[in-house]
Structure formats: C-alpha cells, structure tokens
C-alpha cells in the first residue's frame, strides 16, 4: 500500500501575483463605487472611481511596507511583475489584494 503524500500548494510567484492584481485593478476600475443604498453614478452622489482612492490605497501600502517610488498602483504591480521584488513583495500583493476585496464588495453592493 502507498503512502498518501500531501500536496504542497506552492504560493504563486510575486510577478504571477502582481499581473493577476493588475488585471483586478483594471477591471475594477472601469467600474463605480457602491455606498449604502446605491451607487455613486446615482443622483445626489458624485461619480467616484477606484482611482479616485488610487492615493490613499498607495499611502496605505507605503506606510506597511515603505516607500515603493511608483505614482500608480498600476507602475507598482508592473515593476513587481517585471522584477525580482524581495520579500515584502508578498506582503504588499497581500494587503493590495485585500484592499480590492473591498472595493470588489462595494462595486458589487455586499456589504458586511
């Protein structure tokens, strides 16, 4: 009789990770933000965009893991993708992925 071995799910490469956030990022950014009861391109709210919080998500993201030198979410995940990020790679793609968790529950009206 074999021996079962348990399968190691290896975590996907940061470049691999970074270009599936990239994609994310766009899709979700051709869309609207979701508040309370309805969406913001309703009446009486103002017509706010993913990137109309692009600022505050880099902030975020600068004071957990320093200074990334990028203006966009996008030239991060780029330079991520195309080069060896270290280690804090993973972090960061982390809690950007988090970050668009909840804009993804927003765009979609889920709210907790």
Same mark, same amino acid.
């Given at each position: 009789m074999? $021996?079962?071995?348990a399968k190691?799910?290896? $975590?996907? *490469?940061? $470049?691999?990770?970074? /270009? +599936?956030?990239?994609g994310?990022? /766009?899709?979700?950014?051709q869309?609207? @933000? @979701?508040?309370g *009861?309805g969406? &913001?391109c309703?009446?009486g709210?103002? %017509?706010? +965009?993913?990137?109309d919080?692009?600022?505050?998500i880099l902030? =975020? #993201?600068h004071?957990r893991?320093?200074d990334s030198?990028?203006?966009?979410?996008? %030239?991060?995940? +780029? *330079?991520?993708a /195309?080069?060896d990020?270290?280690? %804090? $790679?993973?972090? #960061?793609?982390?809690d950007?992925? +988090? *970050?668009?968790? &909840? =804009?993804?529950?927003?765009?979609r009206?889920?709210l907790?």
């Amino acid at each position: 009789m074999m $021996a079962k071995r348990a399968k190691k799910t290896a $975590a996907p *490469s940061a $470049a691999f990770e970074a /270009t +599936r956030l990239l994609g994310r990022w /766009t899709r979700l950014a051709q869309g609207h @933000v @979701v508040f309370g *009861s309805g969406c &913001s391109c309703g009446v009486g709210f103002a %017509n706010l +965009r993913l990137q109309d919080f692009e600022h505050q998500i880099l902030e =975020f #993201l600068h004071g957990r893991h320093g200074d990334s030198g990028h203006a966009t979410i996008p %030239n991060l995940l +780029r *330079s991520i993708a /195309t080069q060896d990020a270290g280690g %804090n $790679a993973a972090a #960061l793609l982390a809690d950007l992925a +988090r *970050s668009l968790d &909840s =804009f993804d529950d927003l765009h979609r009206g889920r709210l907790y």
